[in-house]
């Protein structure tokens, strides 16, 4: 998946090089289009039989899936975490503008992040693995949001620092963005019920994915009346409340194991 993001991110700013950006944007969005064609033919879920009171409702698969993992006995911790996920990850996409308000151009800032910051997730990902294993996901995602959250904040004051950096740390912020992925993958994992694993892995992540959606685009629409400066530190105090959730999931977790 990295490799397949360098490479499109290659690809994009070859073509703005070659062309212009409305080019690329148009001949990557349909190659996204033609790689989505295989999942035209994948076969549909049929519609779920649940009895409750004594008669027969049918519902559609996701409307019981979403009834089911909603009544989770640890749901709450759970979706404030995702939520804090969302707002630590929403001011990322002001990352490509501060590095062009820092003199970077906009090739520069994309092959920056596209390429080099891109890259570092690969070995980010390899010690996240023996880190997992080692210390537990709750442990590792506690310390890497600490470590984003001093991140986020050093960002405030980015226009008082030299364009090598801020590009430092920019870097720095796209690797650890990369780790806790691979960690947020696993801490679902571990949360998802045995007997519906892929449903309520699959429910996880796209409200991750809708917060993370919502949180860029609240970002960059508050930095305009706000600044950058606020919208880091927003995210920061996410970063900081996603440590203190996943910290909570770990307490009900042993709470409930030496029952």
Request: glycine residues 12%; hydrophobic residues 55%.
């Given at each position: 998946?990295?490799?397949?993001?360098?490479?499109?991110?290659?690809?994009?700013?070859?073509?703005?090089?070659?062309?212009?950006?409305?080019?690329?944007?148009?001949?990557v969005s349909l190659t996204v289009l033609v790689f989505?064609?295989?999942?035209?033919?994948?076969?549909?879920?049929?519609?779920?039989?649940?009895?409750?009171?004594?008669?027969?409702?049918?519902?559609?698969?996701?409307?019981?899936?979403?009834?089911?993992?909603?009544?989770?006995?640890?749901?709450?911790?759970?979706?404030?975490?995702?939520?804090?996920?969302?707002?630590?990850?929403?001011?990322?996409?002001?990352?490509?503008?501060?590095?062009?308000?820092?003199?970077?151009?906009?090739?520069?800032?994309?092959?920056?992040?596209?390429?080099?910051?891109?890259?570092?997730?690969?070995?980010?990902?390899?010690?996240?693995?023996?880190?997992?294993?080692?210390?537990?996901?709750?442990?590792?995602?506690?310390?890497?949001?600490?470590?984003?959250?001093?991140?986020?904040?050093?960002?405030?004051?980015?226009?008082?620092?030299?364009?090598?950096?801020?590009?430092?740390?920019?870097?720095?912020?796209?690797?650890?963005?990369?780790?806790?992925?691979?960690?947020?993958?696993?801490?679902?994992?571990?949360?998802?019920?045995?007997?519906?694993?892929?449903?309520?892995?699959?429910?996880?992540?796209?409200?991750?994915?809708?917060?993370?959606?919502?949180?860029?685009?609240?970002?960059?629409?508050?930095?305009?009346?706000?600044?950058?400066?606020?919208?880091?530190?927003?995210?920061?105090?996410?970063?900081?409340g996603a440590c203190f959730f996943c910290f909570l999931?770990?307490?009900?977790?042993?709470?409930?194991?030496?029952?």
């Amino acid at each position: 998946m990295v490799l397949g993001a360098m490479v499109g991110s290659g690809f994009v700013l070859r073509l703005n090089d070659l062309f212009s950006w409305e080019m690329s944007i148009v001949a990557v969005s349909l190659t996204v289009l033609v790689f989505s064609l295989p999942a035209w033919v994948l076969k549909q879920d049929h519609p779920v039989t649940v009895k409750s009171t004594g008669t027969t409702v049918v519902e559609r698969p996701g409307v019981a899936a979403w009834r089911r993992f909603l009544g989770h006995d640890r749901i709450g911790p759970m979706v404030l975490a995702i939520v804090c996920f969302g707002m630590a990850a929403g001011a990322d996409v002001l990352v490509p503008a501060l590095l062009i308000d820092r003199g970077y151009s906009a090739s520069e800032a994309g092959w920056l992040l596209g390429t080099v910051a891109t890259g570092s997730v690969i070995p980010a990902s390899f010690a996240m693995g023996y880190l997992l294993r080692r210390f537990g996901v709750i442990a590792v995602m506690g310390l890497l949001y600490v470590a984003k959250a001093g991140v986020l904040f050093a960002l405030i004051w980015a226009v008082h620092f030299s364009p090598a950096t801020v590009a430092a740390l920019a870097i720095g912020d796209f690797c650890l963005a990369g780790a806790l992925t691979v960690g947020t993958w696993q801490l679902y994992m571990n949360f998802a019920s045995r007997e519906h694993s892929a449903t309520d892995y699959g429910l996880m992540t796209s409200l991750d994915a809708f917060l993370r959606f919502l949180g860029g685009l609240s970002a960059g629409q508050v930095a305009v009346y706000i600044g950058y400066g606020s919208v880091f530190a927003g995210a920061a105090l996410g970063a900081l409340g996603a440590c203190f959730f996943c910290f909570l999931l770990r307490e009900r977790h042993s709470a409930e194991a030496g029952r």
